[in-house]
């Protein structure tokens, strides 16, 4: 052996010696010279294995690089944190082998076949432990050995990652890169506090090293985190600041690309900001100069694909405002842009995981356009389209929690639309699958926030659907276990607004399957607590449009329960906040269709309350100006069929008030008008048993009219009609309680015509059915007080017919 060869070596080691023994002793001076021993007589076999040794380098680099891609991070900061650590992770293999005697083609085998990295990590903890104890209070040379160590670990085990980065922030503190990345892992992780503590350290840094980059990197992750805490206002103070950092860089940025990019996507993370407070007209804005820049970028060199998946996303971004506008039209072509940038990009390179993640995102937004539409079949078709994708990802790569979590989304998103079309069964199962998925997220990574939100999400969507099917029992569980989850995270972190917005909605659903089951005192105290919760949140920021919406909407729904236990003036004073609410932001920003929707409910509920009063004047002015919205939000696109099933619904309650009133036949003709309406689209969609059901509820009001008219050959044809769809969705779901009470209910209606014909045996046949489905219903919930109440109904109908034919025989 040639020691001359490895003369660098021991003059560099020298130099360390003599730097250790000041500061280190003896003990210090031992390690090194193990070290330096390792190190020379390991190098030949480095030389020998330096093949498999950069193939290790790349793979690792590779492996950590298609990590950080599917981050959501600025991409400058993206690119210079992951340029960073696959850098750091091709050390690491290096000093495996160098320092650690790795055996480098085991390695390469372990991380070819698993990915496996293990050996590595092992060795680095060694080296990375030897140099702290050797170097003391000074350990930038440990620093880096355990950043090194962080970037392995990244690839199997975040939280070993970040144990490995805090130990290098802590050896080495004037490093902002690792303090930066430190914030980024846990922010992945879902630790909101703990990425607010780093991204805090890293921006005092900014007054003792002179680099921008310091304060525009830690503002952007304090702003993400006060987003995921639900801090608008603090989240858009930190972007204006990063906005402000970049601005006066301008003479810099004109010529740097990158910083043009963070530029666009400051401005996008604005225009989120802006959305989140329902100023909409600032979104839109602030959207725009992100794609200008996008659209400027892209157009200046075509083939990288960066700057055209930034194009992608911009056209989403804006597609998201003109639907929050009620302009599908225009959102569906943004929404269809998107896509195709986002197809162009996976036919350059069909492999890509990214470019694959992002086509299904593209089919699942114009799903979403679809779905609101109408077109459900077209929609269904776009989610199962996006699902596929998100499978195929899935099952590429199991321990990928992102694309886990994709294919949960995908779930949700099929199981979305079936729910729409009224196919319980089959939301039922897609639903049942995410929550396969969301469970094994949790239980791989019981510490991760986002994961147990998810599980919380999908128990909730679960819940819907039993509910809907009339499984009362069921509901409440899977309700109550979304909401266990939800108090859980609010308790670990009660500075977190966004969950405890996702608090108030599990108390909300508990409350109305309460309502649902008779339980009117529970429901009320669920409620109740659900207001509280909406009020702290809009006491924390007045200006979340999205949380005063919520504050509205609970008013109402406790007003709803007061009305029900008969309490109508404490109804009355619930409901008036909420309106007030709801016509303040309608004035706030009248061309958000979705709280003109919200104004037009809560005018219908105020005309409840006064109908209930008596007061079928203002019942009616209140009514009037609920179907006037209703109208214009209908007229501005008739495709949306949410805003037709309200018009539907307005015109019959206008109906129900003109029939109390006494106006007959103008109460006719209003139900007549929704009758039409809901005709229309079961012809549209027969299979739709949402619209079915409401058809149903058409011909049951123009058979009320019919029988107050004594018009009983007419009340008992349009029973007959309102019968016969009642009995099929029976027949399509027998255990659903809502469609058998219905029955139950039609069954009553026909008996009462069948009366007034004189069919009295008829008729008592028809009154013992329909008792029969309501003693049923009552053996599961003997609380149900409507259902009693209907039951004394029929008792009394029977009682009388027997009566009438008995004086009949005499």
Request: proline fraction near 2%; charge should be negative; aromatic fraction near 6%.
């Amino acid at each position: 052996m040639n020691v001359l060869e490895y003369l660098p070596d021991w003059i560099s080691t020298w130099a360390t010696w003599n730097k250790v023994a000041i500061v280190g002793g003896v003990f210090a001076f031992a390690v090194l010279t193990i070290q330096l021993i390792r190190r020379v007589f390991r190098k030949g076999g480095v030389e020998a294995v330096r093949e498999e040794l950069e193939a290790i380098k790349d793979l690792l680099k590779k492996q950590v690089e298609e990590k950080e891609a599917k981050s959501g991070s600025i991409p400058s900061a993206q690119a210079e944190l992951a340029r960073g650590a696959a850098d750091e992770a091709a050390r690491a293999a290096e000093t495996a082998v160098r320092e650690g005697g790795a055996d480098a083609r085991a390695i390469l085998k372990a991380l070819r076949r698993t990915g496996d990295t293990e050996e590595i990590e092992t060795i680095l903890r060694e080296v990375a432990q030897s140099h702290e104890q050797a170097q003391g209070a000074d350990g930038y040379e440990a620093a880096r050995y355990y950043r090194e160590l962080g970037a392995v670990a990244y690839l199997n085990d975040t939280h070993r990652a970040i144990e490995a980065y805090a130990k290098a922030a802590e050896l080495d503190p004037l490093d902002w890169d690792t303090l930066h990345r430190l914030g980024y892992l846990h922010q992945r992780l879902g630790e909101a506090n703990a990425a607010r503590e780093s991204f805090g350290r890293l921006l005092t840094l900014r007054s003792r090293i002179d680099d921008p980059r310091i304060s525009f990197y830690a503002r952007i992750g304090l702003g993400d985190i006060a987003v995921i805490q639900g801090n608008l206002e603090e989240a858009e103070l930190h972007y204006r600041e990063a906005l402000q950092i970049i601005s006066h860089q301008m003479p810099t940025v004109a010529s740097d690309v990158n910083r043009q990019r963070d530029l666009s996507l400051i401005n996008e993370r604005m225009g989120d900001i802006y959305r989140a407070k329902g100023d909409l007209d600032s979104a839109l804005a602030a959207y725009r100069k992100s794609l200008a820049i996008a659209d400027q970028l892209a157009g200046r060199d075509p083939a990288d694909t960066g700057w055209q998946r930034d194009l992608s996303v911009s056209y989403n971004r804006i597609g998201d405002v003109l639907m929050a506008q009620g302009n599908s039209d225009a959102a569906l072509a943004f929404y269809q842009r998107g896509y195709a940038v986002a197809n162009q990009l996976l036919e350059r390179d069909p492999g890509n995981t990214e470019w694959q993640r992002d086509l299904s995102i593209s089919h699942n937004r114009i799903g979403d356009v679809l779905m609101a539409k109408g077109d459900l079949d077209a929609a269904s078709a776009a989610f199962h389209q996006g699902l596929e994708i998100t499978a195929q990802l899935a099952d590429q790569d199991r321990s990928q929690t992102e694309w886990q979590r994709d294919l949960l989304v995908s779930h949700d998103r099929l199981g979305n639309t079936l729910k729409t079309k009224g196919d319980w069964e089959g939301a039922l199962t897609i639903y049942q699958q995410g929550l396969s998925i969301a469970k094994k997220l949790v239980d791989q990574e019981p510490s991760h926030t986002e994961w147990a939100r998810n599980l919380s999400v999908i128990h909730t969507e679960i819940g819907d659907i039993l509910k809907a099917k009339g499984d009362l029992t069921a509901a409440i569980g899977s309700y109550q276990q979304g909401l266990a989850l939800r108090d859980r995270l609010v308790k670990q972190d009660p500075a977190n607004m966004e969950w405890r917005r996702d608090l108030s909605v599990s108390l909300d659903r508990v409350s109305d399957v309460l309502v649902a089951t008779g339980d009117l005192q529970g429901a009320l105290a669920s409620s109740q607590r659900c207001l509280t919760v909406c009020e702290q949140l809009v006491r924390q920021d007045p200006s979340h449009a999205a949380w005063q919406r919520n504050l509205s909407a609970s008013y109402i729904k406790v007003g709803e329960i007061l009305m029900a236990k008969g309490d109508l003036e404490g109804a009355l004073a619930s409901y008036r906040p909420g309106l007030a609410i709801a016509e303040k932001l309608v004035q706030h920003n009248p061309s958000h269709l979705e709280w003109q929707r919200d104004l037009s409910v809560s005018y219908d509920r105020m005309s409840d309350i006064c109908k209930a009063k008596g007061d079928l004047d203002d019942a009616l002015s209140a009514c009037q100006r609920g179907l006037t919205v209703a109208e214009r939000l209908a007229e501005h696109d008739s495709t949306v069929l949410q805003w037709q099933r309200d018009l539907a619904v307005c015109h019959t309650k206008f109906g129900d008030i003109l029939k109390a009133k006494g106006t007959l036949d103008e109460a006719l003709a209003s139900y007549q008008r929704g009758l039409g309406i809901r005709e229309y689209h079961v012809k549209q969609a027969p299979a739709d048993t949402g619209w079915q059901r409401e058809l149903s509820v058409s011909y049951e009001r123009v058979a009320d009219i019919s029988l107050a008219k004594s018009e009983f050959n007419r009340a008992f044809e349009y029973t007959q009609n309102c019968l016969a769809i009642r009995e099929w969705l029976a027949q399509q779901d027998p255990e659903n309680v809502l469609w058998r009470s219905d029955l139950a209910v039609s069954l009553g209606k026909l008996g009462t015509a069948e009366a007034g014909k004189g069919l009295i045996a008829e008729a008592q046949a028809s009154f013992t059915q329909s008792r029969q489905i309501v003693t049923a219903l009552l053996e599961k919930s003997p609380d149900h007080a409507q259902w009693q109440g209907y039951l004394n109904f029929i008792d009394q109908a029977l009682a009388q017919l027997s009566q009438a034919e008995a004086e009949a025989v005499n």
